[in-house]
C-alpha cells in the first residue's frame, strides 16, 4: 500500500510543470555559454565556405600592392627602404589610383633624404591613409604609434589593429579604437573615406554614418563591425612591389583603383588566421581590404540582438514542448527531423540576407528542449501508467471482495433449499430452515 500511495504523489501536471521550468531556466545557459558561442561562431564560418566567393564592383577596385617574397628578395629585407617605397609609390602615381592606403607603422625616422623622398611620393596621391597602432607593451599607459609628421602632412591616419577572437580568428573588426585621449578610426573605415572623397564620420547610437552608407556599428559594442569576407586569400587582385619597380605592371591594374600597400611575404609576420583563410592565415593587408570591401558594398553582417537570440530559443522550446505533448512514433520522429534540419538552413538563408544567426545557440535550444520534454513525458505517461494499474488491482480486489460476499449467502440458501425438499425433515427444521433461508436472502 505505501508503493501505490507514493505513486500517486507525484501527479503528471507536476511533472510537465517542473520540465517546463527546467527548460525555461537552462534557455540562457545553453545560448550563452563559452562553448556555444564558440560552436556559434564555427557554423558561421561554415557559412562562408559554403556561399563562396564575392565577385562586386567592389572587389575589382581593390588592388593589393604586395611587398611579397619576391619583393624582398629582390629589394632586401623588411622593413624595405623607404626609397624603395617613394619610387614605387611615384611609379603607381602616374597611373592615377583612386588612393592609397599604407597599411605599416611609419613612426620611426629613416634617413633624412629617405623620409623626403617618401612625402614628396605620398603627395602625389591627396587621397592617401596612413597606418598606426597603439603600443603593446605598455598596456598600463596605452599611447598611439602614428606616422612620422614629415610623412603625415594631410592625409588621413588609420588603426591597423585587428584583434582575433578567444580562438585565434579574425571575424570583427573595433571601427574606432581610442587611448592616450586620442581617438582614430580603423584603416578600412578611412579608406573607404579616402575612396569615396567623404567627410568625417557621424555617429549615433546604432551605427556609423559614412556619407551615404550607414554602416551598422552599435556604441554598446564599442563600434564592432562585422567582416564579410570575399572569399579565401587570392579574391583581389595582387601586384608584386617588385613588379612595379621592375617596370611589368600596366597602367589600367592601377587607374582608379584604391590601392593597398602591405606585407603579405610569409616570413613578414603580419598573418592571422580568419574564416576562410588557409593554415598560413591570411595577410594583414587582405583583412583589411575585406573591411573595405565591406563597407564599399554595403555588405554588412549583422547579428541578431540579445532580445532576438532568446525570442528564437523560446520558440523552438515551445515548437518541442507542443510537438512532444502532441505526437507519438514516426510522426514525432518525422517533426523532430525537420526541426533540426530547418535550424540550420534558415540561418543560412539569413546569413545570405546578412543576418547572422546563432546557430549553435538554437540547436542547443532545441537538443535541450526535446531531450528534457521527452523525458518529462515519459515520466508522466509512466505515473498515468502506474495510476491505472493501482486502479486495475483496486478494482479487481473490490469485484473479488464482492463476489466473495455474493457466494456465501448464495452457498447457504442453496443447502437449505436441498434440506428443506426433504420430505423427512421435521416441520420445525423445516421453519428453522426457513428463517435461515429468509435471513440468507435479506443479507445478500
Known amino acids: ?199 568625417a564620420p557621424v555617429e549615433d547610437r546604432d551605427a556609423v554614418q559614412l556619407g551615404a552608407i550607414r554602416i551598422p556599428a552599435r556604441e554598446a559594442t564599442g563600434r564592432m563591425m562585422r567582416i564579410n569576407y570575399a572569399g579565401p586569400e587570392g579574391v583581389f587582385r595582387r601586384v608584386s612591389l617588385a613588379s612595379v619597380l621592375n617596370h611589368s605592371v600596366r597602367p589600367e591594374e592601377f587607374n582608379d583603383k584604391i590601392v593597398l600597400l602591405g606585407v603579405t611575404a610569409q616570413g613578414g609576420g603580419d598573418r592571422l588566421f580568419t574564416p576562410v583563410s588557409s593554415a598560413i592565415g591570411m595577410s594583414g593587408v587582405e ?49 523532430l527531423a525537420g526541426m533540426a534540419i530547418a535550424i540550420p538552413t534558415f540561418s543560412a538563408i539569413a546569413f545570405h540576407y546578412g543576418s547572422v544567426w546563432p546557430t549553435a545557440s538554437f540547436l542547443a535550444c532545441f537538443l535541450a528542449a526535446s531531450g528534457v520534454v521527452g523525458v518529462g513525458e515519459y515520466a508522466a505517461i509512466w505515473v498515468n501508467l502506474r495510476s491505472s494499474e493501482r486502479k486495475r488491482r483496486e478494482y479487481a480486489f473490490r469485484v473479488q471482495a464482492i463476489a466473495h460476499e455474493i457466494k456465501t449467502p448464495l452457498t447457504a440458501i442453496q443447502g437449505s433449499s436441498e434440506i428443506i425438499s426433504d420430505q423427512l425433515v421435521p416441520q420445525d427444521q423445516r421453519n428453522l430452515i426457513a428463517g435461515m433461508i429468509h435471513k440468507e436472502s435479506k443479507r445478500l
Open 287 to 335: 583583412i583589411h581590404a575585406n573591411v573595405l570591401r565591406t563597407i564599399l558594398d554595403r555588405d554588412f553582417l549583422a547579428s541578431l540582438s540579445p532580445a532576438a537570440e532568446i525570442t528564437g530559443g523560446i520558440l523552438i522550446a515551445l515548437a518541442c514542448i507542443v510537438g512532444v505533448g502532441a505526437l507519438r512514433g514516426m510522426p514525432l520522429a518525422a517533426a
Open 1 to 199: 500500500m505505501t508503493r501505490r500511495n507514493s505513486d500517486s504523489n507525484i501527479p503528471p501536471l507536476a511533472i510537465r510543470l517542473f520540465y517546463l521550468a527546467a527548460v525555461a531556466v537552462s534557455l540562457p545557459l545553453l545560448m550563452w555559454n563559452g562553448l556555444v558561442q564558440q560552436m556559434n561562431a564555427s557554423a558561421g564560418d561554415i557559412l562562408f565556405w559554403t556561399r563562396g566567393p564575392v565577385h562586386s564592383p567592389s572587389v575589382a577596385r581593390i588592388v593589393l600592392l604586395a611587398i611579397d617574397d619576391s619583393t624582398l628578395r629582390d629589394y632586401g629585407p623588411l622593413p624595405i627602404r623607404r626609397s624603395v617605397l617613394a619610387d614605387a609609390i611615384r611609379r603607381i602615381s602616374a597611373f592615377h589610383p583612386r588612393a592609397l592606403i599604407l597599411d605599416m607603422l611609419l613612426a620611426e625616422p629613416g634617413r633624412p633624404e629617405d623620409d623626403q623622398a617618401l612625402s614628396t611620393a605620398l603627395s602625389t596621391i591627396p587621397e592617401t591613409v596612413l597606418g598606426a597602432a597603439i603600443e603593446s607593451d605598455r598596456p598600463e599607459e596605452p599611447r598611439w604609434i602614428l606616422p612620422l609628421s614629415v610623412l603625415a602632412d594631410s592625409h588621413l591616419v588609420g588603426h591597423v589593429h585587428a584583434e582575433p577572437d578567444a580562438d585565434g580568428s579574425v571575424r570583427t573588426i573595433l571601427l574606432a579604437k581610442a587611448a592616450d585621449g586620442k581617438r582614430v578610426w580603423a584603416l578600412g573605415l578611412q579608406a573607404a573615406r579616402a575612396a569615396q572623397h567623404t567627410g
